[in-house]
């Protein structure tokens, strides 16, 4: 039996949030939200002539301004954001009394309590071990049942605690705040579902929600629109708007390179290559385009190469396939045929069963055992000519290389970590235990742990930093927090010629995974899903959190034939076209999941 919350009744803007008028004057009685003058910031425990993370920073944010803090390169904007929740250094500090942040000098809060953020790394369990993301699929542990409003808003729980202090005393502003929200976002019709079962886009609008209840007076968001569908980001960013124009809470958000600046933006801070420049949109647009276009490129010079879309033998047959939850349809008579060579583009709004729709692609879904498995059968699955319930799962797992969203979170960070060489390494086999003495697996015969090690030091050539990086950076790459992060290289065999490999690589291969900066992880993981080069392909909103040239670095990679070969079949999934490496001239296919019914795929 579930809890449910209680009547939900729909309040107006101005019923929700203090007056705008009010919040505006309290806030220009402290003009200055942000002060930082002309420092260098470092990571705790480095001396002052040590390299700085960030130099010659000179930022103030008015009270009356909107800012965005856009990102190049990798790790920099969460290293600005780690600056302003005080877990960077600043030198010289920010001058008494109102310190770094004027406007919270005569708060009676707790400061802590004043300042939040939201950022959408990746799910942290205990002790960073792996777990089990396909439960999702089945929801069958008890902690697999708890519902969204149980798990992130209790406190609107319709218990006989909260009947009796809502009989007694009047709806809070909480509450109401809560309601407008919870509507605006779409998420009224999402409370009572297991929290496990929700998309990813649904899970990001609720951390949203979660923190504006907090009533922070500063709320950062970093990278809040990713993920989302069309719809819910005009949504989300209208959401802001208002918030933030009534000051309550003040929002800085932050953006990668290639994304488009909201509208009510004024301001921005873009960082790169350890500098900050912060000033008017209006002045700082033409820089942050020549950045783009630096990076951009690298992808456009590579040659567009026409696929023979019915050229290779098909490797997922779907006929007539439905999942079900009781009287809940997620998908519906789903009928698709993919081969060998083909490129898809699936596309459907969150919530709209993508990610179920993945699972049966990899055998993950508990009911993908259960379709038939005849092409003669009204309705089946078949997986490499097979029915799922006649394939081994790690049989499965080597033939299907994928980057979900799910996997993301999931994959093993617990101390000290696995290197990046055996984060890739575990590709070979789809697990997620490096084996062997060299990390790229057991039981192997000499050819094939030679092409093993090699297809490693290729995937880190074209994926590496040595790809991504600034052409006036060329031996920047991502920096572990601590010096003791590093494992030792000589578990790292050599490419057959060493010559060709950069230092640059020796090194970052032999970094550990954990320690890496958010959009390294992805670009890793990518590598995982590339380096077996397996029949198929699944890559799901992939390119979160990487920077344009990380971006610009994959595309070329994936286009040239060096990333997937006309071999193999590919699905992305992304809400925006322009981050398909493919288009219409390669032979891309787009397909649209929407209310559980497939369009566009074609074959029957």
Known sequence: MRLAGPPCRIYRLSETIPSQKAQVRRLNSVSTVLNVPKADIYRFGDANRATPVFHDVEWSIKATDSWAVVGT??????????????????????PPPGGLFPFLANESRDPHDCVSIVSFANKRVAGGAFYDYTARYGAVREEDRITLRESMFPETINDLKSQTRI???????????????????????????????????????????????????????????????????????????ELHAACNPHIVIGLRMQDAVPEWVTHLAIVNEGQIKSGPKAQLLAYKTKIQNATA?????????????????????????????????VLKSITWTIRK???????????????TLLSLLTGD??????????????????????????????????????VTPE??????????????????????????????????????SEDEREWR??????????????????????????????????????KIPSPSTPSSTSPTLHQFASLKFPDLPVAAQRMVLLMRALVAQ???????EVWSGMDAGMVAAAHAYLRTGGGVGKEQAVVVVTHLEDEVPWDERDGVVRVLLKDGELSGAGEV
């Open 297 to 329: 490129l690298r992808g456009e010079q590579v040659p567009h190469i026409k696929l023979d879309p019915n050229a290779g033998e098909p490797v997922v047959e779907m006929k007539n396939v439905c999942v079900t939850y009781g009287p809940r349809q």
């Open 341 to 355: 060579g083909q490129r898809y583009h699936l596309q459907g709004t969150n919530g709209s069963g993508k990610t």
């Open 534 to 540: 397996p029949p198929v392909v699944l890559l799901d």
């Open 167 to 241: 009989a007694l005393e009047p709806v809070s502003t909480d509450h109401k705040l809560f309601d407008y929200l919870a509507e605006r976002m779409g998420l009224q019709s999402l409370l009572d579902l297991p929290r496990i079962a929700l998309s990813n886009g649904q899970t990001r609008r609720a951390r949203i929600l979660k923190a504006l209840l907090a009533k922070p007076r500063l709320l950062l968001l970093d990278e809040p629109l990713t993920g989302l569908d069309v719809e819910n980001r005009a949504t989300v960013l209208a959401i802001l708007h």
């Open 365 to 402: 879904h508990p009911q993908s055992y259960t379709q038939l498995g005849g092409p003669s059968d009204s309705r089946y699955l078949r997986l490499f000519g097979l029915p799922r319930a006649r394939l081994a799962t790690p049989h499965l797992q080597a033939r299907i290389g994928v």
């Open 453 to 490: 090690i090699r297809r490693c030091w290729e995937v880190l050539e074209a994926l590496g930093p040595t790809a991504w990086r600034s052409p006036s950076s060329p031996t920047s790459i991502p920096q572990p927090p601590t010096s003791s992060s590093s494992s030792s290289s000589s």
């Open 407 to 444: 996997l993301f979170d999931a994959f093993p960070r617990r101390a000290p970590g696995m290197s990046v060489w055996e984060a890739i390494g575990t590709g070979f086999e789809g697990g997620f235990v490096p084996k062997g003495q060299d990390g790229v697996g057991i039981g192997l």
């Open 73 to 94: 390169g990798s790790g920099e904007k969460s290293s600005v954001f780690d600056m302003l929740m005080g877990h960077l250094r600043i030198h010289p500090p920010p």
